[in-house]
């Protein structure tokens, strides 16, 4: 099942304007981990 991030249009700008001001890159990684009943554990 796939996870979507949503961001407001508002956020996504301040966020962008922070970005923008910074002297150097930003990298954003989002994991999604999933527990079975089983106990098994997926990404």
Known sequence: MPVILSLKAEDYNTILKVL???PY????????YQ???WGKESI
């Open 35 to 37: 527990s079975s009943k």
């Open 20 to 22: 923008k001001a910074l």
């Open 25 to 32: 890159n930003v990298f954003l990684k989002f994991d999604h």
